[in-house]
Structures are given as C-alpha cells and as structure tokens.
C-alpha cells in the first residue's frame, strides 16, 4: 500500500516508521529537515511538499500540531483536497477541535473525498512501540479500510461515531487526564508535608479509592517510579504546552455547546501559569512543581 505521511514530529515519525517496518510504500513529508532525514534511513521516501507526498496515494495521513494547521493543509488553494486523487482515504491524527474537524470531513465529502478523524493516546512511547490507541470519528466503511494501517501502529482502535466524535473522545480523555494529574500531585504534596513517604503513599491510594492511571503508571513524584519523566528531569513525555492546547480545546468545545467544565477551565489556568514560569517544554508532570500564590 502506497501511504502519504504528513507530518513526521515526535509523534508522527515513529507511526511512518511502524508502517515502513510493516512493509508499506510510505512517502513522508516535514517542514524539519532533520526528521525527513531520519525518516529516509529508515527506507521512506522523502518528498519536496505535502502534495508531493499525496500523488497517487491510497491513504494520506496527518500529524499536526493545531487546527489551523490542518486546515491550512486540507483547505488551502494547493491543499490535499485540491491536488490529490478523491480516491485516496484521509486520515487525520492531529488533536484539533472537534468542529474544525467536523468541517473539514464536510468539505473533503463534498469533494469526494472519505475522511476520517483518528487521534491517538499513549504518548512518543507508544507511537514507538506501536501500541497507541486510536479514537476515531467517521464512516464505519471508511474506519475499516483505516483499520489494517492503523493496526500497524496502536494496540486499540475505537470506532467513536460520526465525523469528529474522535476528537471529542481526545479532547474529553485529555481533559480528565490534565486534572488527574493535578490532583494527584496536590494529593501527594500533602501527604509529603506531613511527613509521609511518597512512595508510600502512591502505593496506598493506588490500591484505595483514589486510585487512578497517574498513580499507576506515571507518578509525577521524582523518585517514586522508573521510567517515567519525573526521575529524568521532566525532560521528553508530554509536554506542557500540549496538555494545555488540549484544555484549551476542551474548554472551547464546552463553550460552544454551553457545557460546564470548571475543573477543565481551572486546570487549563493551572497549566497556563505553569507554562508562563517557563516549564512549557517539559513533561506536563512537571506541575507537580507548581506553586500557586
């Protein structure tokens, strides 16, 4: 299968490389001179533009940073919807707001175009080791196409609905996950105030009520567990500014359908403030260290 990756970041790379290693055809593209030149090591084929990269694929997929990121690449006036063959299948697995992608499915359609929306959970070390989750927002035909491809990079792939029920599912997901960390970091700072042993603690709340994935699998006490950025300095994971772009879309999704989301909204000025004090590039279990005034 001859597959058009846009997009080859921290996220996006590591996917075009599972898909190399499973055999496929994959013409990749990158503004990052460094990431096209290690994708093409790899055996991808680089290419000169996104349009370059789509000529006669039989399924385009994107990995952006934002909305208008997406929209530039689909809608522009030498976007994929202009240059490309409607018989391609687009994927797109950026996290961007629920209704640009809505939109931007609507005029890929009316273009003749299927379209789906499949952001991912499970971080750079899940698009490495191809076990990401895939929440996905489309046709079912059109998911099941998907579904071999997407097979080669995640573990778990949901069919969510309609056209940017993906995104929803991401945004909603990521919003809950921005809060638990917060709470459990608040849960811990005071355990530690009172003299208890962090890794104590984590083990007695993973194992009662308060149990959640923070504590099981990403502790954001430097010390407490293995592997994970808080022993490393923060340094790599998911970054700060990322969490608070999906909180952003969180809340600007709850805006426009008036749902109320304060804890979202708190946290999203939690991890603001976090960011503004020069932490936006480290592991978002970094406001572990946030002090509030």
């Known amino acids: 299968m001859k ?44 290419v000169g533009s996104a349009s370059e990269a789509a000529i006669d694929a039989d399924v385009i997929i994107s990995m952006l940073p934002a909305s208008r990121h997406v929209e530039a690449l689909y809608l522009g006036d030498s976007g994929i919807l202009a ?16 209704k640009v992608s ?3 499915a609507a005029t890929a359609k009316a273009k003749g175009f ?28 059109d998911v099941d196409q998907a579904r071999p491809l997407l097979e080669k990079m995640g573990k778990n792939i949901f069919h969510a609905g309609p056209s940017g029920s993906g995104q929803t599912v991401k945004v909603c997901n990521n919003m809950l996950l921005g809060i638990q960390m917060l709470g459990t970091s608040e849960a811990l700072r005071l355990g530690m105030a009172n ?20 504590l099981e699998l990403y502790n954001p006490c430097p010390g407490v ?20 772009k999906d909180l952003s879309l969180a809340t600007e999704n709850a805006g426009d359908l008036d749902a109320s989301v304060p804890l979202g909204e708190l946290s999203r000025k939690l991890y603001e403030a976090h960011s503004k004090a020069g932490n936006g590039s480290l592991d978002f279990s970094s406001v572990f260290n946030l002090k509030v005034d």
Request: net charge negative.
């Open 225 to 244: 567990m293995e592997n994970v950025p808080s022993t490393k300095g923060y340094v790599s994971g998911f970054g700060v500014d990322l969490m608070l």
């Open 114 to 141: 299927a379209m789906i929306d499949a952001p991912v959970s499970g971080g750079t070390a899940g698009a490495q080791a191809g076990t990401l989750t895939f929440m996905v927002g489309g046709d079912s035909v």
């Open 83 to 98: 240059t490309a063959n409607p018989k391609s299948l687009l994927v797109d697995c950026s996290t961007i707001s629920p």
């Open 102 to 104: 809505q939109a931007v």
């Open 3 to 46: 597959v058009a990756f846009l997009g080859l970041g921290n996220m996006g790379l590591p996917m075009a490389l599972n898909l190399i290693q499973a055999g496929h055809q994959v013409h990749g593209f990158d503004l990052v001179q460094s990431q096209l030149d290690v994708f093409k090591a790899a055996g991808g084929i680089s």
């Open 195 to 214: 003299g208890m042993d962090p890794k104590v603690l984590s083990d007695m709340m993973s194992k009662s009520s308060g149990r959640n994935w923070v």
